[in-house]
């Protein structure tokens, strides 16, 4: 009988969190595949443990690169700083017998009420389909074409994904439960995590209908979306005050911090036109005659 999962772990110059996780796959994984994608120094691993070094072109690619190596019929994507709790692998077997081609796991985060500016992922009740924990059948993830290379960085490529999984069957496994810790925010990594932004542009671009409007009219609806979003959840936590109070300060940072980010969401949108233009005008154009 062949591989029935194969668990691909991209990762880049994370040792403590990837030996963590590792530790944790390891102990239910008995029989199945387990794959690092390594984009950064090479990160020791244990034994039974397939090592690869990645491709460096960012997390898309590197996920993309691990399922071309896997032999499983399912892939299995988790983040290096994830740690999967027990039965998490089980409640995937278990929910694969009935059918679907895709599945999405319960992430916690262990710090809901940490401090405003670090990053936490939670997905309690599923439709996110993010890509720290996520299977998918091998077939189907190929027929898709993977993940979309043209996201070079950790932002938005699994959203990308996701709208093209639209249309499969899909479930989501409370039972597999993966914790993921708080990432600790500095202001470099602040600054960043703003710039990450552009991606949405390049997000909404490949997956929303030409909606007409100059250029500059994305980056301007990007903005506006963003401060509806931020009213939305403040409306969601009226009645959580500790968490409101948290969310009050990311809120003030991202409202004034991000028409200052206009004119490079201006320049990033004219250049995800252009490439795609670029792309575009290279897929009609007629082939050269053959001499």
């Known amino acids: 009988m062949g591989i029935r999962f194969s668990i691909i772990i991209p990762t880049c110059n994370r040792p403590g969190p990837l030996r963590e996780c590792l530790r ?3 102990d239910q994984s008995a029989g199945q595949e387990v794959i690092v994608t390594d984009d950064g120094v090479h990160s020791p691993v244990p034994a039974g443990v397939h090592h690869l070094q990645g491709p460096r072109r960012g997390p898309a690619a590197n996920r993309n690169h691990g399922a071309r190596h ?3 019929e399912w892939l299995i994507f988790l983040d290096d700083d994830c740690l999967p709790e027990p039965g998490w692998l089980d409640a995937y077997a278990a929910a694969a017998n009935e059918g679907p081609d895709v599945m999405e796991g319960r992430t916690e985060c262990p710090a809901p009420d940490a401090f405003a500016f670090d990053e936490i992922v939670e997905n309690l009740a599923g439709g996110a389909y993010w890509s720290c ?3 998918i059948r091998r077939d189907v993830f190929e027929r898709l074409g993977g993940f979309d290379e043209d996201f070079t960085e950790a932002y938005g490529e699994d959203i990308e994904l996701a709208w093209r999984m639209r249309s499969l069957r899909r479930s989501f496994i409370a039972g597999a439960r993966v914790t ?4 600790r925010m500095d202001f470099k990594r602040l600054l960043r995590r703003t710039a990450g932004h552009r991606w949405m542009l390049l997000c909404r671009q490949k997956t929303e209908p030409a909606s007409g ?5 994305a980056a301007r ?3 506006v979306r963003e401060y509806l979003d931020t009213l939305r959840l403040f409306r969601a936590l009226l009645g959580e005050r500790r968490r409101l109070r948290r969310r009050a300060l990311e809120a003030l940072w991202r409202w004034a ?3 200052w980010f206009l004119p490079y969401f201006l320049f990033w949108e004219l250049r995800f036109r252009a490439k795609r233009a670029a792309g ?9 005659p053959i001499r």
């Open 70 to 72: 896997a032999a499983g």
């Open 257 to 259: 911090s991000l028409p």
């Open 280 to 288: 575009e005008s290279k897929a009609t154009s007629p082939a050269p």
């Open 180 to 183: 993921h810790p708080v990432r």
């Open 221 to 223: 609806r990007l903005i």
């Open 24 to 26: 944790r796959v390891l």
């Open 133 to 135: 924990n996520l299977a």
């Open 213 to 217: 409007g100059g250029p500059g009219s």
